[in-house]
């Protein structure tokens, strides 16, 4: 019998070493502002990303001009306005915002860089809803029983679903940089978070009687902002200022102050705008059932991932970026 080298099969083939597995690693930061290094959860076979523009989303449901969302219905889009809602009211934030405001002749309100209702990052969205729910709670305070506000809202992030949505509550959503335009003199400017370029867009129209927007002190009189230095401090001169109440919970309103113009007759805040009662509690942001199903979601439900002429004199705004990351 000749002899061979080689080994005959299973006899004693080496034993495979231990497979290593490359889990992938994000960063997660939670609502007191840490960041956490954990494991990336599998990827489900329920929500797979689409390419939207030809573009493969990495964040959320699908990608639309480097801006991710999360797929939502309009049904659940009026769910999560009932939840915010509560949310809202329930905040003692809600009750003390009637107390600051200061009373003013509002013909309309104009609301820039807002954010989308579909906001891939969880905080980004929430915030978006609490942001919405103060808006609706100045909106009830300054109409009263005779008295309709437009709102004029704008956005470049906003999606078809968002634009449906805040048309249905009976705002009026426009194409950046269309808004602008609306701003007068009687205007109330709701822009929370947004870009200094968005405030020099809006002093090209008018000087609003009212502006809720970031701290003029914190962020107009950064050093690195000096050829805008005098037309800020001029601006800041003309404005008198009241810190806007903060959640208890989260910073969907940090460095936010209620800014109205010294020209303006009972401009003490507060002054015509009592503080509200229980019952004016209940009254406040009240979801008409026209506007939304009175079903109570689950807050997982609300809070999951997959789940706006001027005169032709007048200068033309430019397109900017609205809200700051």
């Known amino acids: 019998m000749p002899h061979t080298n080689r080994k005959k099969k299973g006899a004693s083939a080496a034993k495979p070493g231990p497979k290593i597995v490359h889990s992938k690693r994000q960063e997660i ?57 509560k949310m809202w009211q329930d905040d003692s934030a809600s009750i003390k915002l009637g107390t600051v405001l200061p009373s003013a002749d509002i013909k309309n309100i104009v609301c820039l860089g807002l954010g989308s209702l579909q906001n891939a990052r969880r905080e980004g969205r929430r915030d978006t809803w609490y942001q919405l729910c103060a808006l609706r709670s100045i909106l009830e305070l300054y109409e009263g029983k005779d008295k309709k506000l437009e709102v004029i809202l704008q956005d470049p992030v906003f999606s078809d679903l968002d634009k449906q949505f805040l048309t ?65 401090q001029e601006l800041i001169q003309e404005y008198e200022g009241q810190d806007f109440p903060q959640l208890q919970n989260y910073h969907s309103f940090s460095d936010t102050k209620i800014y109205w113009r010294k020209d303006l007759a009972n401009t003490q805040a507060g002054s015509e705008i009592p503080s509200l009662s229980a019952s004016d509690h209940e009254r406040i942001l009240e979801i008409k059932s026209e506007e939304v199903v009175d079903t109570k979601p689950a807050e997982t439900q609300a809070m999951s991932g997959s789940t706006i002429q001027a005169e032709s004199r007048q200068p033309q705004a430019e397109e900017v970026t609205q809200k700051q990351d």
């Open 29 to 85: 930061e939670d609502s007191d502002g840490w960041t956490h290094v954990v494991n990336a959860r599998p990827r489900s076979n329920t929500h797979q990303h689409e390419k939207v523009d030809g573009v493969q989303s990495h964040v959320g449901d699908f990608e639309k001009s480097g801006f991710s969302y999360v797929t939502r219905t309009l049904g659940e889009t009026e769910h999560d306005l009932w939840y915010f809602t």
């Open 168 to 232: 249905s509550l009976g705002y009026t959503v426009v194409d950046d940089p269309a808004a602008f335009q609306h701003v007068t003199g009687d205007s109330l400017v709701y822009a929370i978070h947004c870009y200094n370029d968005v405030f020099k867009q809006i002093v090209k129209f008018a000087k609003p009687a009212m502006m809720i927007r970031n701290k003029l002190d914190d962020l107009d009189l950064n050093p690195t902002l000096k050829d805008d230095a005098a037309a800020l």
